[in-house]
């Protein structure tokens, strides 16, 4: 018992042979193809667009980051300077104390530059911000 239907005027069955032309064949790939190829445009627009989106907010974390940076930076740089002038102040008085108990000179010590910043002027060593621009940045 073969499965045949009736398809038009013509009965198809198990033992029926189809043929296509070569004209159909050439159509049938070239719609697939085209339908494979607008997916992959549309999935490589898509990402792309998320790529650069993702650029754009890296590039915005690591300015924050360098501006946080920046600030520690300043903070921990006046708490060093604040210390060395406790550090003098404490030597300062160490020395008066020993003097008025020794009978010695009251010479206080004054503060002395460290060596990195010798050269570098009293007001431009306050105010010369810290260099951070190894940091990459793309503008």
């Not at 239907?5 to 050439?26: A, C, H, P, Q």
């Not at 490589?44 to 920046?70: F, G, P, S």
């Amino acid at each position: 018992m073969s499965n045949k239907f009736k398809v038009g005027n013509k009965e198809i069955s198990e033992d029926s042979v189809v043929t296509t032309n070569l004209k159909t064949i050439f159509w049938f790939l070239g719609i697939i193809s085209s339908i494979i190829m607008g997916m992959l445009v549309y999935f490589y627009l898509n990402l792309n667009t998320a790529i650069h989106q993702n650029e754009e907010l890296d590039i915005e974390r690591v300015k924050k980051m360098k501006k946080e940076v920046l600030v520690e930076i300043k903070e921990i740089s006046g708490d060093m300077e604040n210390l060395e002038d406790d550090v003098w102040e404490i030597k300062g008085d160490v020395k008066l104390l020993l003097d008025r108990t020794t009978g010695g000179s009251m010479n206080s010590p004054s503060p002395q530059r460290n060596q990195r910043n010798q050269n570098v002027p009293e007001s431009e060593e306050e105010s010369a911000p810290p260099i951070l621009d190894s940091l990459p940045t793309n503008q």
